[in-house]
Nanobody
Framework: QVRLVQSGGDLVQAGGSLTLSCVAS????????VDWYRQAPGKQRDWVGR???????NYTDSVKGRFTISRNNAYTTARLQMNSLKPEDTAVYYC?????????WGQGTQVTVSS
């Protein structure tokens, strides 16, 4: 059974930083791309960025230069480092992998940025 366990959400002031973690089990982690999404209240879930098996990263335009995704295959962990946070970054953040033709999601973690 694949499981993604997230941690790191918090309340932070605008301009602050936060790091989210996503720990995977039940999969060969080094073989999966990890995507991060977020969902603000009343809005659809939006893609934030991803890190591929080779370590390449891509980001949505609104977080480029502020967010950094990394991975540590030895610890089957992906991280989303968020800097210069803005109130509009407030959302529930999710990590996701695709393993054996199935999407697996973390439980989500709340990030609240106060102005």
């Amino acid at each position: 059974q694949v499981r993604l366990v997230q941690s790191g959400g918090d309340l932070v002031q605008a301009g602050g930083s936060l790091t989210l973690s996503c720990v995977a089990s039940g999969t060969n982690f080094k073989l999966v791309t990890v995507d991060w999404y977020r969902q603000a209240p009343g809005k659809q879930r939006d893609w934030v960025g991803r890190i591929t098996t080779s370590g390449s990263t891509n980001y949505t335009d609104s977080v480029k230069g502020r967010f950094t995704i990394s991975r540590n295959n030895a610890y089957t962990t992906a991280r989303l480092q968020m800097n210069s946070l803005k109130p509009e970054d407030t959302a529930v953040y999710y990590c996701k992998i695709r393993w054996r033709s199935t999407d697996w999601w973390g439980q989500g973690t709340q990030v609240t940025v106060s102005s």
